[in-house]
């Protein structure tokens, strides 16, 4: 199912404090911003909202007046597939966040001061089994690169 410019805003307002669909929906509303400023507009070039199929058919499937499914964390990583590599073959800088819950920190356990969810952006990429997390008291998240 294709979301429009409304559609995506209104699930990154319902969305914005899930800890999948959160960065999920505001991964793609980064994707259509980029594509409304690098083409004819969202709606016109069909690449982007291809690539997003997967991620708009899980934000879709979410929704209350719909199946109302939990995304879990493999669906959310395949989702994201097609969107990486639609940036990496168009050189497309738009930001693609990730849920840190999909690798394991404890949202809103006692020992995370907010009770939110935690989005980490990192200065260059990295794989998922290059980075450990570690939450500290005082509400700092401390990031590393693992040893091989």
Known sequence: M????WEIEEAANRFSG????????????????WTNSHSDGWPYWQKP????????EM?????????????TEAEYKAALRPVKAFRTRQGAD??????????????????????A???VKFDQPMAEDEFKLDYRHG???KVWRSQP
Do not use: Y
């Open 94 to 115: 738009f930001e693609i966040v990730v849920a840190v819950a999909a690798w394991g920190l404890l949202i809103g356990s006692t020992d995370h001061s907010c009770h």
């Open 117 to 119: 969810p935690c989005v």
């Open 59 to 71: 934000i879709e499937a979410a929704h209350p007046f719909r199946d109302g499914k939990e995304p």
């Open 18 to 33: 899930h800890p999948i669909l959160g960065p999920a929906t505001k991964t793609l509303q980064n994707l259509e911003r």
């Open 139 to 141: 509400g700092t998240v």
């Open 49 to 56: 909202s291809r690539a997003a199929a997967k991620l708009m």
């Open 2 to 5: 294709w979301m429009n410019t």
